[in-house]
């Protein structure tokens, strides 16, 4: 599972001296073992001449060469699953992480003094990171839930006790105020999640009789980030069924976000404002580093061309106007989008539902309007 540990691990690490070498591998559904090796073996021979090079002080070139050296160790013994890996490495700061990443990336291999994450933390970013708790006036359960894989947190159980000496009025207003409590401490112990780790919502399930009751105690920045609840027996819940019940409310969640994200950008389009609708229009945005947030109909492709001086995309052209070399051309253009949008700093989002981005294909919130596309 990717954790956000890892994720800091390496957004935080500094070679301090030595180098540090990320490298990016596509894995598409079908590709051999043998084609996944060729592809790593291909991109780590970039950086071979550099672990050579005497410009390079002896240590840093040694630490470099002890990253080739277990990245190559590494294709004989494993077998990586599809869609995308990140490596990260720096032998001589005892820096190693694998990531295994939900979405295909561009096969790339950088060397700097720092971890070059802008490519996975755009790919990780459109996947939200959820905690998910199973609470009643005993029992309290938390997992994380986040890539469709789920891993427990913490669990407790604040037990009510027996009152047999209590009368029966007594014995409510214990057993009341003791519910409470544990309530209290389940929000407190949430509270703390979300402070230390970066959690973006909350799902909670429990009897649909007690859930409104421990709402009350959320802070309001937990309830700000509440997308919704579900029904289930904590006691007996297995994490097999609060991993389906949770999925669901995520997927409820993700096409609402999804609806609002699409219509946000085409009523800013129509109105005038920063935004771009259609492939035509984006990639000129692509073109010109104009593109702040991008939104992509899952799993269509479109046939362009790139220049690879200038980074001007289009769906056909032999020579790019901008500066008169000639263009490339490539099967997904909308895929060499998305790694420019990346390369800018900007964000992704893959809409899967039905929306209106159906129609348009992408569509782009902007940093600035877009210069005339025949001034170029």
């Not at 032998?91 to 295994?100: A, I, N, Q």
């Not at 401490?185 to 703390?192: G, H, I, K, T």
């Not at 945005?285 to 200038?310: K, M, R």
């Amino acid at each position: 599972m990717i954790t956000a540990e890892a994720v800091n691990r390496i957004t935080q690490f500094q070679g301090d001296g030595m180098p540090v070498v990320s490298l990016y591998v596509p894995i598409d559904p079908g590709t051999s073992q043998s084609d996944v090796h060729s592809r790593v073996t291909s991109l780590v021979d970039q950086v071979d001449g550099l672990a050579k090079d005497r410009d390079l002080q002896h240590e840093p070139r040694l630490s470099l060469r002890g990253d080739i050296e277990r990245i190559r160790g590494r294709m004989s013994e494993e077998v990586w699953q599809p869609k995308g890996l990140a490596i990260f490495s720096c032998s001589g700061r005892g820096l190693y992480e694998e990531v295994s990443l939900p979405r295909a990336l561009r096969g790339r291999i950088v060397v700097d003094d720092a971890a070059f994450v802008r490519p996975m933390l755009a790919i990780l970013d459109e996947y939200r990171r959820c905690c998910v708790v199973v609470v009643d006036k005993e029992w309290a359960r938390a997992w994380e839930l986040y890539n469709d894989e789920m891993r427990e947190l913490t669990r407790f159980k604040d037990r009510l006790g027996k009152f047999d000496n209590y009368a029966g009025g007594d014995v409510n207003r214990i057993r009341n105020e003791l519910s409470r409590r544990h309530y209290r401490r389940v929000a407190q112990v949430l509270d703390e999640l979300f402070r230390t780790q970066p959690y973006d919502l909350l799902v909670i399930g429990g009897h649909d009789f007690e859930i409104p009751a421990f709402l009350e105690f959320l802070p309001r920045e937990l309830r700000d980030r509440f997308a919704g609840s579900f029904s289930i027996d904590p006691p007996t819940a297995t994490a097999a069924e609060v991993r389906a019940s949770a999925g669901a409310i995520l997927q409820r969640y993700e096409s609402d976000q999804e609806q609002k994200a699409v219509a946000e950008v085409l009523d800013r389009a129509a109105a005038g404002g920063l935004a771009a609708v259609g492939i035509p229009a984006c990639l000129w945005a692509g073109s010109v580093a104009a593109i702040q947030a991008l939104l992509v109909q899952e799993g269509v492709t479109e046939a362009g061309v790139v220049c690879d001086d200038s980074g001007w995309l289009a769906l056909a052209g032999d020579t790019c106007p901008l500066c008169g070399r000639p263009t490339r051309h490539i099967p997904d253009v909308i895929d060499e989008l998305v790694q420019a949008v990346i390369d800018d700093g900007g964000s992704i989002e893959h809409v899967g539902g039905d929306t209106p981005l159906r129609e348009h294909t992408v569509a782009a919130a902007l940093r600035f309007p877009l210069p005339p596309a025949n001034s170029a």
